[in-house]
């Protein structure tokens, strides 16, 4: 059994019509496959497109998804844990249940907001992205708006976020605005969910320069299992491998975690349909000469540390 840290996912979203349940279904994770883990911690993002939002707004749309997220966990208490601090990760995964941690995708849901980031932060949110990949009040995103950093008011959402112990997470963020980003943090940063653009060149995943830079500011960056990150042509388990050890021979062994994206992409690389795959990932590693202790680095203790 191995441990399994994840940066990122969007089951939450798949659960909030109440057709599906977090304990168990046919998306790619859920809390009965979890127990698969000797220790099991995720991160549960909030999103929802701000170009479909609802007649009440995406602040509205947020707070249900967090209720969705709330209920979830309360009901399958018996397997999952909320979390947002180390101590309460390792006394959840120490009684054999998964820690649930919380994060938002975009702050589109917030409607970018300063004055709803301590709201959010009460919540025990601990990530949080600036941007999905729609540009907004902010900053430009990868695919909008490209050439935008960060307005004003996101230099001041940054401050804020970091007032309040958020890590701001800059997976979807353009180049300008992670650089801007990157040059004003007073504490880590994180990418959730991107890999490297070296070798899948998609505007989504990292360059070797911002990789150096999370990596020098002691932040994360966690592996994406999504097709489109992994290979155009070819998205197969090794690919996936290769861009671990991009990042690893750019000096990530403390850097470098996993963030999946699962049910946020579909299907995932080649070889992980689901959660239950993700030991395929560590042996493929394994294989290659990686140490136990580096691998544990990667799948628990890299993300384990910000907390």
């Known amino acids: 059994m191995i441990p399994y840290f994840d940066a990122h996912c969007d089951t939450v979203g798949c659960c909030l019509d109440g057709k599906r349940r977090l ?52 009901v399958n208490g018996d397997l999952a844990v909320r979390c947002s601090t180390g101590s309460q990760i390792d006394a959840a995964t120490a009684t054999g249940k998964a820690a649930a941690l919380l994060s938002i995708e975009g702050a589109d849901l917030l409607e970018c907001d300063l004055k709803r980031i301590n709201s959010v932060a009460a919540w025990g949110v601990k990530l949080l992205n600036l941007t999905w990949n729609r540009a907004n009040l902010l900053s430009g995103s990868h695919r ?19 007032s309040c112990a958020i890590y701001p997470d800059v997976s979807h963020l353009s180049d300008a605005g992670f650089w801007d980003l990157a040059r004003m943090a007073r504490r880590p940063i994180v990418a959730s969910h991107s890999n490297a653009r070296a070798v899948c060149p998609h505007s989504r995943n990292l360059t070797d320069d911002q990789f150096r830079a999370i990596r020098d500011l002691g932040g994360v960056a966690g592996l994406n299992f999504c097709p489109a990150f992994v290979d155009e042509h ?35 690389a080649t070889g992980i349909a689901g959660t239950q795959d993700v030991p395929r990932l560590y042996e493929a590693l394994a294989a290659r000469g990686y140490s136990e202790s580096l691998l544990n680095d990667i799948f628990w203790n890299n993300l384990r540390r910000l907390f």
Not at 237 to 257: I, N, P, Q, Y
């Open 23 to 74: 304990r168990q279904n046919e998306l790619q994770l859920d809390l009965v496959r979890d127990r698969a883990f000797s220790r099991r911690a995720q991160f549960f993002a909030l999103f929802h497109d701000a170009a479909k939002a609802p007649a009440d707004g995406m602040w509205a749309q947020c707070r249900r998804l967090y209720d969705c997220f709330c209920r979830e966990t309360e």
């Open 144 to 162: 909008e708006d490209t050439e935008r950093g960060l307005s004003q008011t996101g230099r001041a959402f940054v401050r804020t976020l970091e």
């Open 234 to 268: 070819n998205p197969s388990l090794d690919a996936l491998v290769r861009h671990a050890e991009h990042f690893l021979d750019l000096g990530g062994e403390k850097t470098l975690c996993i963030g999946g994206d699962l049910d946020g992409c579909e299907p995932a």
